[in-house]
């Protein structure tokens, strides 16, 4: 009888305790360079603000629930959602065509404009897309910015430039890297906080919305948080939160009057949306972009050869110097072979390009070329070094007793040994070389992997994308093992 | 280490330097030919004299190699060239002889070691015996008046090592000196014409 009573009890409890907890909304953001919508907070960095924040706040409380924060990068969070791994995505997500098809989207809670922002030089003869036929201008990739900027590349003859992030832009544009940026007034006037040295032009190229994407799935919830929203809008609760980060102006009273009246709102104006991708079926999508993808192989592929051509030479100089070299020379390389190897190739990239922008402003091309050359000649020179060690002494003295010199030696006989030794370990890197140049898109080199992001997310799928994307990588690195494997055969290297 | 290690060797002789493993056979062949670098006494080759203590300066270092040839005790062919281009390297790139007549003085020197008809062939091809004529070849190729060689009768069969003796005999008949470094016993008795005893590198 006490027994049962305890048992009971302690049931009881249990279930108290569950029902008591909360539940929670994960959301999705990328606090990156995310102000104003989401960003660590400067004087606390582990919490994070931003007007998305409040909303997402507005939203959770209003489904009894606690928002939970799911870092993601920018470009992947619809993906991300779809994939269950957030409830909600916001963070300043535009809302486009092949968003409202592939995804659940909340009303537009906020209008901004496409806005060209230019040196304050360049103020008087730079005012629209058409004033840049021959001039860089930036913008972030997979945006409606981007996509206004590709089709302004065949219009108008201007080049486009995708970035990872919406701050380099605008850095970049002050030190003439860059012509003019494209992106949302939002962001435009809050880089000018912290950058100075370029205008805003009034003209507004496009107008889109921002708005909150769930999965499909997740309709219902959908609607319930348009509901929120839209009391939000009718009793200034957004209002307030938009003045309280200075980002409301006369476009949202329009917006909001247009939704609470149950107007329809497009996505998008000022960019004809009847040819997006998203507007296709995706076989003719894939056609559409496989050009682009194609070019972009071509960058892919050049860049890789070039880099790994300079770290090869570079490599044998470095293991050279470390097997010959005095103890200085041994030294100094030993140690620019453990910083290359230590530290990781992105670091290394960001340094090259933005880091030295001040002392050395090197073309992003060369820059990518430049680091991923210094990094992989440090792992070639290992190779080489150790293939050199590889070679029997006993050959070496056969050679010096014939009567070669030291150098004879190396170039005749240890050489073309230890370069018969080091092939495969070489093919292997250069193979690792291709894969990771799809890190210089950070320095905005479109290379084959970008491409396929904004590829993806233009159609809002990673299916055919992706499998075009690894069939290109594949079709340039199985040559180049085969060749290698043709090779190694021809020379039959006896372990 | 080797101390006290005092010998005369005459143009034309066969020498063969005997003891256990470790007394020094093959540091002193290693010392002749400026491989191993000795702290006090001298060693003089048909005038090339190389001193204690110092580094070998690099003219003297050039002309001993035109004195002195080593074959050693695993051959060290050069892996990636075949035979023919193991004789021919160092008379082309270090002594400045044409290829064509390179070439025809290998094969020559081939032959004569009756290993001709594997001159196209790489080292791991080559079976023991027919690699260490290939390596007596190479070092002949450059003409040195001195041939060092170290355990040459090392991973030989008895049929082979009589060939071995009888070419180390027409050798000598070519006013070449040779010093062996052995513990072949029977070798030594039937082919050199003095035997040298080394025990914890000093003579015995």
């Given at each position: 009888?006490?027994?049962r009573a305890i048992t009971l009890g302690w049931l009881v409890f249990a279930?108290?305790?569950?029902?008591?907890?909360?539940?929670?909304?994960?959301?999705?953001?990328?606090?990156?360079?995310?102000?104003?919508?989401?960003?660590?907070?400067?004087?606390?960095?582990?919490?994070?603000?931003?007007?998305?924040?409040?909303?997402?706040?507005?939203?959770?409380?209003?489904?009894?629930?606690?928002?939970?924060?799911?870092?993601?990068?920018?470009?992947?969070?619809?993906?991300?959602?779809?994939?269950?791994?957030?409830?909600?995505?916001?963070?300043?997500?535009?809302?486009?065509?092949?968003?409202?098809?592939?995804?659940?989207?909340?009303?537009?809670?906020?209008?901004?404009?496409?806005?060209?922002?230019?040196?304050?030089?360049?103020?008087?003869?730079?005012?629209?897309?058409?004033?840049?036929?021959?001039?860089?201008?930036?913008?972030?990739?997979?945006?409606?910015?981007?996509?206004?900027?590709?089709?302004?590349?065949?219009?108008?003859?201007?080049?486009?430039?995708?970035?990872?992030?919406?701050?380099?832009?605008?850095?970049?544009?002050?030190?003439?890297?860059?012509?003019?940026?494209?992106?949302?007034?939002?962001?435009?006037?809050?880089?000018?906080?912290?950058?100075?040295?370029?205008?805003?032009?009034?003209?507004?190229?496009?107008?889109?919305?921002?708005?909150?994407?769930?999965?499909?799935?997740?309709?219902?919830?959908?609607?319930?948080?348009?509901?929120?929203?839209?009391?939000?809008?009718?009793?200034?609760?957004?209002?307030?939160?938009?003045?309280?980060?200075?980002?409301?102006?006369?476009?949202?009273?329009?917006?909001?009057?247009?939704?609470?009246?149950?107007?329809?709102?497009?996505?998008?104006?000022?960019?004809?949306?009847?040819?997006?991708?998203?507007?296709?079926?995706?076989?003719?999508?894939?056609?559409?972009?496989?050009?682009?993808?194609?070019?972009?192989?071509?960058?892919?592929?050049?860049?890789?050869?070039?880099?790994?051509?300079?770290?090869?030479?570079?490599?044998?100089?470095?293991?050279?110097?470390?097997?010959?070299?005095?103890?200085?020379?041994?030294?100094?390389?030993?140690?620019?072979?453990?910083?290359?190897?230590?530290?990781?190739?992105?670091?290394?990239?960001?340094?090259?390009?933005?880091?030295?922008?001040?002392?050395v402003r090197l073309p992003a091309f060369v820059a990518a070329l430049l680091?991923?050359?210094?990094?992989?000649?440090?792992?070639?020179?290992?190779?080489?070094?150790?293939?050199?060690?590889?070679?029997?002494?006993?050959?070496?003295?056969?050679?010096?007793?014939?009567?070669?010199?030291?150098?004879?030696?190396?170039?005749?006989?240890?050489?073309?040994?230890?370069?018969?030794?080091?092939?495969?370990?070489?093919?292997?890197?250069?193979?690792?070389?291709?894969?990771?140049?799809?890190?210089?898109?950070?320095?905005?080199?479109?290379?084959?992997?970008?491409?396929?992001?904004?590829?993806?997310?233009?159609?809002?799928?990673?299916?055919?994308?992706?499998?075009?994307?690894?069939?290109?990588?594949?079709?340039?690195?199985?040559?180049?093992?085969?060749?290698?494997?043709?090779?190694?055969?021809?020379?039959?290297?006896?372990? | 280490?080797?101390?006290?290690?005092?010998?005369?060797?005459?143009?034309?002789?066969?020498?063969?330097?005997?003891?256990?493993?470790?007394?020094?056979?093959?540091?002193?062949?290693?010392?002749?030919?400026?491989?191993?670098?000795?702290?006090?006494?001298?060693?003089?080759?048909?005038?090339?004299?190389?001193?204690?203590?110092?580094?070998?300066?690099?003219?003297?270092?050039?002309?001993?190699?035109?004195?002195?040839?080593?074959?050693?005790?695993?051959?060290?062919?050069?892996?990636?060239?075949?035979?023919?281009?193991?004789?021919?390297?160092?008379?082309?790139?270090?002594?400045?002889?044409?290829?064509?007549?390179?070439?025809?003085?290998?094969?020559?020197?081939?032959?004569?070691?009756?290993?001709?008809?594997?001159?196209?062939?790489?080292?791991?091809?080559?079976?023991?015996?027919?690699?260490?004529?290939?390596?007596?070849?190479?070092?002949?190729?450059?003409?040195?008046?001195?041939?060092?060689?170290?355990?040459?009768?090392?991973?030989?069969?008895?049929?082979?090592?009589?060939?071995?003796?009888?070419?180390?005999?027409?050798?000598?008949?070519?006013?070449?000196?040779?010093?062996?470094?052995?513990?072949?016993?029977?070798?030594?008795?039937?082919?050199?014409?003095?035997?040298?005893?080394?025990?914890?590198?000093?003579?015995?």
């Amino acid at each position: 009888m006490f027994t049962r009573a305890i048992t009971l009890g302690w049931l009881v409890f249990a279930t108290v305790t569950v029902s008591a907890q909360p539940r929670v909304l994960r959301w999705a953001g990328d606090p990156e360079g995310g102000a104003p919508y989401v960003e660590a907070d400067p004087s606390h960095p582990d919490q994070l603000v931003g007007f998305d924040v409040d909303i997402v706040a507005l939203l959770a409380s209003g489904l009894g629930r606690t928002p939970e924060f799911v870092n993601v990068r920018f470009e992947s969070i619809s993906q991300s959602v779809a994939r269950g791994d957030a409830d909600i995505g916001m963070s300043g997500i535009e809302d486009t065509p092949a968003r409202r098809l592939a995804m659940a989207v909340t009303m537009p809670y906020y209008e901004f404009r496409e806005v060209l922002s230019v040196r304050d030089a360049d103020a008087g003869r730079f005012r629209s897309l058409a004033d840049l036929r021959g001039k860089s201008v930036g913008t972030l990739g997979g945006t409606i910015a981007y996509e206004i900027l590709l089709r302004a590349e065949r219009e108008h003859g201007l080049r486009a430039v995708s970035y990872d992030d919406d701050v380099h832009p605008y850095s970049d544009l002050v030190i003439g890297r860059l012509d003019a940026v494209l992106l949302d007034n939002v962001l435009a006037e809050r880089r000018q906080r912290t950058i100075a040295g370029y205008t805003i032009q009034p003209q507004t190229v496009a107008i889109g919305h921002y708005v909150g994407v769930l999965s499909q799935e997740n309709a219902p919830l959908r609607d319930r948080m348009n509901e929120i929203l839209r009391a939000a809008m009718s009793d200034g609760t957004l209002e307030r939160i938009f003045r309280k980060w200075s980002v409301w102006n006369d476009d949202q009273p329009k917006l909001h009057a247009q939704v609470l009246a149950g107007q329809p709102v497009a996505a998008v104006t000022g960019l004809d949306e009847s040819t997006s991708v998203a507007t296709v079926s995706r076989w003719e999508a894939a056609k559409r972009y496989l050009p682009s993808l194609l070019r972009a192989s071509v960058v892919t592929i050049a860049l890789s050869c070039l880099s790994m051509g300079l770290a090869v030479v570079l490599g044998v100089l470095i293991a050279t110097g470390r097997v010959y070299g005095g103890r200085l020379a041994r030294g100094s390389l030993t140690a620019y072979v453990e910083l290359m190897r230590g530290t990781p190739l992105l670091l290394q990239l960001f340094v090259l390009y933005y880091g030295l922008a001040e002392a050395v402003r090197l073309p992003a091309f060369v820059a990518a070329l430049l680091g991923l050359a210094l990094n992989y000649a440090a792992y070639e020179s290992e190779i080489y070094r150790s293939a050199l060690e590889a070679i029997p002494t006993g050959q070496l003295e056969a050679a010096r007793t014939l009567g070669l010199s030291e150098r004879q030696v190396l170039r005749l006989v240890r050489a073309p040994q230890a370069f018969r030794l080091a092939l495969a370990p070489m093919t292997n890197d250069f193979v690792a070389l291709l894969k990771d140049s799809s890190l210089v898109s950070v320095l905005t080199v479109l290379e084959l992997t970008k491409q396929t992001q904004i590829f993806a997310t233009n159609l809002g799928s990673w299916v055919i994308p992706g499998t075009l994307c690894a069939g290109l990588y594949l079709a340039m690195s199985l040559p180049l093992a085969g060749l290698a494997r043709r090779l190694e055969r021809r020379w039959k290297v006896v372990a | 280490m080797l101390s006290g290690v005092s010998l005369d060797v005459n143009r034309g002789e066969l020498v063969a330097i005997m003891g256990p493993s470790g007394s020094g056979k093959t540091t002193v062949l290693r010392a002749i030919a400026g491989l191993e670098r000795f702290q006090a006494g001298r060693i003089a080759v048909d005038g090339v004299v190389l001193a204690g203590g110092a580094d070998i300066p690099s003219p003297t270092l050039r002309e001993l190699r035109r004195k002195v040839g080593m074959v050693f005790q695993f051959h060290c062919l050069f892996e990636h060239l075949s035979a023919i281009d193991n004789v021919c390297l160092a008379p082309v790139h270090a002594f400045g002889i044409t290829v064509p007549e390179a070439r025809r003085r290998g094969l020559e020197l081939l032959a004569g070691f009756g290993v001709e008809h594997r001159a196209a062939a790489l080292p791991r091809q080559l079976s023991g015996g027919e690699a260490q004529r290939v390596a007596i070849a190479r070092a002949l190729a450059v003409d040195p008046p001195l041939l060092l060689m170290d355990e040459p009768t090392a991973s030989l069969d008895p049929a082979r090592r009589a060939e071995l003796g009888a070419l180390m005999q027409e050798l000598q008949r070519q006013r070449r000196t040779l010093v062996i470094a052995t513990h072949d016993e029977d070798f030594a008795s039937d082919f050199a014409t003095r035997v040298v005893r080394l025990r914890d590198g000093a003579l015995a």
